[in-house]
T-cell receptor
Framework: DAKTTQPTSMDCAEGRAANLPCNHS???????VYWYRQIHSQGPQYIIH???NNETNEMASLIITEDRKSSTLILPHATLRDTAVYYC???????????????FGKGTHLIIQP | NAGVTQTPKFRVLKTGQSMTLLCAQD?????MYWYRQDPGMGLRLIHY???????AKGEVPDGYNVSRLKKQNFLLGLESAAPSQTSVYFC??????????????FGEGSWLTVV
């Protein structure tokens, strides 16, 4: 699986958009970009994933550059409850077996300031 | 909808004692996982299972054993607990259906202290 690079920590004001970057310059053509977050003392929570096109769901938007070497997770209107560690993971989407989980790095600690 | 449930949530063990962590999921998922997370670190995969009756080693399997006798349950055992196994343990599950990608659902964690 390709390696990812994320900033260790970021601050964002409450109500503003939080933009979390992730570099994955060695990503392969069949690897997806996944984002999870972990609020203190809880299990990680799936946010969004994508391959090439930008994706949006009720939680966030994912913007993937055209060369796929980097991506940005956008939380459009950050609240205090969005304070968490955010993990960017790249991984082949496999089915029918061989599902050996996802590899979590240290992620970005996003702190939403009131 | 319970999702992924882990028991116990908290446990203190003495060095050398044994114990089993139980994970149960009600989503009919084929894949299940056990991770550990140490302070300030990301999650590391201990063991995983791709179906009933199967298990495989992850990144840090030493000192742990697992069993998947029923599809909905995945047990993590510590045969002889050591202080280095003090950690938070997370169980997770996912579907093998292609449309789900690798979306993994996690339990709330089990805090284990070995003294």
């Amino acid at each position: 699986d390709a390696k990812t690079t994320q900033p260790t920590s970021m601050d964002c004001a409450e109500g503003r958009a939080a933009n979390l970057p992730c570099n994955h310059s060695t990503i392969s053509g069949n690897e997806y970009v996944y984002w999870y977050r972990q609020i203190h003392s809880q299990g990680p929570q799936y946010i969004i994933h994508g391959l090439k096109n930008n994706e949006t769901n009720e939680m966030a938007s994912l913007i993937i550059t055209e060369d796929r070497k980097s991506s940005t997770l956008i939380l459009p209107h950050a609240t205090l409850r969005d304070t968490a560690v955010y993990y960017c993971i790249v991984r082949v989407e496999n089915s029918g077996g061989g599902a050996d989980g996802l590899t979590f790095g240290k992620g970005t600690h996003l702190i939403i300031q009131p | 909808n319970a999702g992924v449930t882990q028991t116990p949530k908290f446990r203190v063990l003495k060095t050398g004692q044994s114990m089993t962590l139980l994970c149960a999921q009600d989503m009919n998922h084929e894949y299940m996982y056990w991770y550990r997370q140490d302070p300030g670190m990301g999650l590391r995969l201990i063991h995983y299972s791709v179906g009933e009756g199967t298990t495989a080693k992850g990144e840090v399997p030493d000192g742990y054993n697992v069993s998947r006798l029923k599809k909905q349950n995945f047990l993590l055992g510590l045969e002889s607990a050591a202080p280095s196994q003090t950690s938070v343990y997370f169980c997770a599950s996912s579907s093998r259906q292609a449309y789900s990608g690798n979306t993994i659902y996690f339990g709330e964690g089990s805090w284990l202290t070995v003294v």
